[in-house]
């Protein structure tokens, strides 16, 4: 794995006589992408963006997730696997014994050092049926080096239930309003606090909320500033923003 911060310590060292440039060469020589016939993975991704590629495994065959969780693994690079079914994970795992799996996020995971977790993201759902999309918000902020905190069951049917949780949100560098039905949540809770708010719409609700689009809708047409909407059902979308919020690129 080369990022910016190992990349300038090898340079000054070879300013100063410490390091070969043929140390340099032979570890950029897979320098920016790594083939593997089926997909090439993008090693140059942290160095370019400050966060590593994340594989979505919806469509791919386990013979594939074993190979590129391999390669990844190889490089020291953090692993993150969305959409990760039980079925495949059960597959999967016997060959990636180092890979934590998360069964509500959906999600597969490998970080190579511990982090100190910064900041504070509080991940809300309007229901209980909205948790899989939530935990794939938080499970992605704590991958990514930022502190979540889950605040579940506090949608606008019970909105007595959100008010206790008010000095946390105020404290929040950002929030992620996860919510199916209207998606009235987002706006309520964007209505409270001075942080921006990303807002995630799910595709829980009876038939007239179209399987998320009425959620999505209610979301994007907040009069309350300071929103920002994802795609339905996006918990990843959601945490990887959030923690851009809250931390700033990683550039370790």
Not at 109 to 136: C, H, I, K, M, N
Not at 139 to 166: K, M, N, P, Q, W
Not at 173 to 195: I, N, P, Q, W
Request: contains cysteine; positive net charge.
């Amino acid at each position: 794995m080369v990022t910016e911060q190992r990349l300038r310590r090898w340079l000054r060292e070879v300013r100063q006589g410490r390091r070969p440039i043929g140390a340099v060469v032979a570890s950029l020589r897979h320098f920016p992408q790594s083939d593997l016939g089926f997909a090439k993975l993008d090693t140059h991704r942290r160095l370019r963006r400050g966060l590593p590629e994340v594989v979505f495994c919806q469509g791919k065959r386990v013979a594939q997730l074993v190979q590129i969780v391999g390669r990844l693994h190889t490089h020291g690079e953090t692993i993150l696997l969305t959409r990760l079914e039980p079925e495949a994970a059960e597959q999967l795992l016997p060959h990636c014994a180092f890979l934590e799996y998360d069964p509500m996020a959906r999600m597969g995971y490998w970080v190579p050092q511990r982090l100190r977790r910064r900041g504070l993201v509080p991940v809300l759902s309007g229901g209980t049926a909205d948790l899989p999309v939530a935990e794939e918000a938080a499970r992605t902020l704590e991958v990514f080096g930022s502190r979540a905190v889950r605040v579940y069951d506090v949608g606008v049917a019970g909105l007595h239930r959100l008010l206790g949780h008010l000095p946390a949100l105020e404290r929040a560098r950002a929030l992620v309003v996860v919510a199916g039905m209207e998606g009235a949540l987002a706006s309520v809770v964007a209505g409270l606090v001075r942080c921006p708010v990303v807002a995630v719409p799910t595709s829980v609700g009876y038939g007239a909320s179209f399987a998320g689009i009425g959620p999505l809708l209610t979301m994007l047409n907040s009069c309350v500033p300071g929103i920002g909407v994802v795609n339905i059902d996006n918990g990843f979308g959601a945490g990887y923003l959030a923690h851009l919020i809250n931390c700033g690129p990683s550039l370790g």
